[in-house]
């Protein structure tokens, strides 16, 4: 077996904290054996529970800070608090002094960010980080990528180029593949549309032929179609794009369970249907898309969501364990450096000015 | 019967032209008799059409001409081709003169936009249009309006308070309300999240207290939950929005049939539910919400959705009627008034700089 992944787990982040990232870990231990774990958190809390879990137990420890961030805190005031002792950057740190190859923090994603950025710092050739979303899609793959979700609100045409290589980089390790597919989201592709910042990065980003396959501009209903692996957006428009989404598959759901409730012949009809319902509601669970992996960063944060159950929690691990595995950060300087010889190119120059 | 309403219809826009324009004003007649109609398009193809509806006929002619925008053109393309001779410029200038209410057209959205604002020009007091949204909600109404849907990329902070004021008036008319609610899109009420014209418009609405009620920051999922009435952003990601809205609630129900069509016990429980997708079909359908309405131009002109249904394009010719029965257009002014006393007071001007 190759070198264990060390997986360093903020254990007090999410809504529930421990109870959920103890068994998660167990979980995401028995997919990859090649895991060690670090809980950053309350010892009274972790250590009773890993009883149940002694494979778990056999390759962890703990260690302990009373400090949390809580899900409301500012990302001002959890780094006034918690810097140096909280068990989100306390599982940051083990990142930055190399004791870790993964963090993973259910905690609040503002704070989460805030600590890895001023703590991590951004890679050489980056100006600012991005938060990176696995989407549900109808495309073959059934998954695609989408980032930013709000890490750089109103990125320019160079951090969208930026954001493109990251994509590109985490969609080879994610969906194994050699030049991922990547387009720019933008609002039609008449003229007269579209932002200066998105008419930039499509002018760099046509050059750029080795990394990934630039498909041009795709619209907000190309996210779900899967029509490209990668969407790249800025940060605005990201967790807008996000939080509709998931606003609508709620909406639809609620709408569909209250019609199916009017009558006993819809709802016999749906218990019959049940396996299609269950096979839907599989498909667009953020619990199996979990995982917002921070991009552009010295080194490998994911934020699981707040409200992951351990299976959640779990999928975010592996997703970081892959991300450590593959080695998305020299695959994202790889793609940065191709990206770097054609800025000097004049031609390229040119059409960014 | 007050005076009737004198709608203007572009009768070759839209994907099929005069065979949905024409049913669709006669079933727009039915609901609301207090309408007259003026086709522009091309005679041959219309009048053959309306010998179908004489009630229609009874109140309708057609000013003839060959000239059409093309679903493809770009804004620049039809206003260099169809000003002064297209069918959707004359629809536009018929407003223009006086000739009608309102303009429907259900031709392409660029050229739409672009003919009407040169044509007709913004509002005293308002910089930029707008295009508003009717959008399926889970509120008791189940309906909200959103905007702008991508009229105004990047709107600044004055505009986006345009924007509320304008929203709101068409609120006042939709749902008959005094005072309805408007919420400012953005991405988290954290701190460092969201953009300087966001905030900016926040700290100009928080002191608008008389035209409607201002109800702060909402999130993406709010537009569908039905959080506020009005729901406010800049034209990227408004447009964002509504397709990724509108590409999730396909996807949904693209994995449910797939899912359903797996087995027989599955197909029969979809035969017994059949009346709840019916009625969730029926809630979610764009024809029943048809209707972009321009905002902020000196005259009423509606979008219809290309692939409008006659059921679908009457929708949108009553949404006209009643901005035009109810008087948008001084309701927009007089929120404006409210507004530009508001600009004066010191402590605002402070909250902007």
Redesign the interface.
């Known amino acids: 077996m190759s070198k264990p992944v060390r997986i360093a787990l903020d254990a007090m982040g999410g809504d529930i904290g421990p109870s959920v990232v103890v068994p998660g870990a167990a979980i995401a231990l028995r997919r990859n054996p090649d895991s060690a774990f670090v809980f950053y958190g309350d010892e009274r809390a972790i250590a009773p529970l890993l009883d149940e879990h002694s494979a778990l137990k056999a390759v962890c420890r703990i260690v302990h800070t009373d400090v949390a961030v809580r899900m409301d805190d500012?990302?001002?005031q959890a780094l006034r608090q918690g810097r140096k002792t909280s068990s989100m950057w306390l599982a940051i740190d083990a990142v930055k002094s190399g004791e870790a190859d993964i963090a993973v923090s259910a905690g609040n994603t503002?704070a989460l960010m805030?600590m890895a950025t001023v703590h991590l710092k951004t890679m050489a050739g980056v100006e600012r980080p991005a938060i990176s979303a696995i989407w549900?899609?109808?495309a073959a793959r059934g998954r695609g990528i989408v980032l930013d979700m709000?890490a750089t609100?109103?990125a320019d045409a160079r951090q969208l180029v930026d954001f493109a290589v990251m994509g590109a980089a985490m969609a080879k390790i994610v969906f194994g593949l050699d030049r991922p597919t990547v387009g720019l989201?933008n609002?039609?592709v008449?003229?007269?549309?579209?932002?200066e910042q998105v008419k930039g990065a499509a002018a760099i980003l046509r050059e750029h032929g080795e990394d990934f396959i630039y498909r041009g501009f795709v619209?907000?209903?190309?996210?779900?179609?899967g029509t490209v692996d990668v969407v790249v957006?800025e940060?605005?428009?990201g967790?807008?794009?996000?939080?509709?989404?998931?606003?609508?598959?709620?909406?639809?759901?609620?709408?569909?369970r209250e019609?199916?409730g009017?009558?006993w012949?819809?709802k016999?009809?749906?218990?019959?249907?049940?396996?299609?319902?269950n096979?839907?509601r599989k498909?667009?669970d953020p619990n199996n898309y979990n995982g917002g992996v921070f991009l552009g960063l010295n080194g490998i944060v994911i934020k699981a969501h707040g409200g992951s159950n351990p299976e959640g929690f779990a999928a975010a691990v592996e997703l970081g364990h892959d991300m450590a595995r593959y080695d998305l950060l020299a695959k994202i300087s790889a793609g940065l450096a191709t990206y770097d010889r054609l800025k000097e190119a004049p031609a390229v120059g040119a059409a960014i000015s």
């Open positions: 500012k990302p001002s503002g805030a549900p899609t109808l709000g609100i109103g989201l609002v039609g008449e003229e007269m549309k579209g932002v619209e907000g209903n190309d996210i779900s179609k957006t940060g605005f428009s967790n807008i794009a996000l939080k509709t989404a998931e606003g609508t598959a709620r909406q639809v759901a609620t709408v569909l019609e199916i009017r009558s012949r819809t016999l009809g749906y218990l019959l249907a049940k396996p299609a319902f096979a839907l498909q667009m």
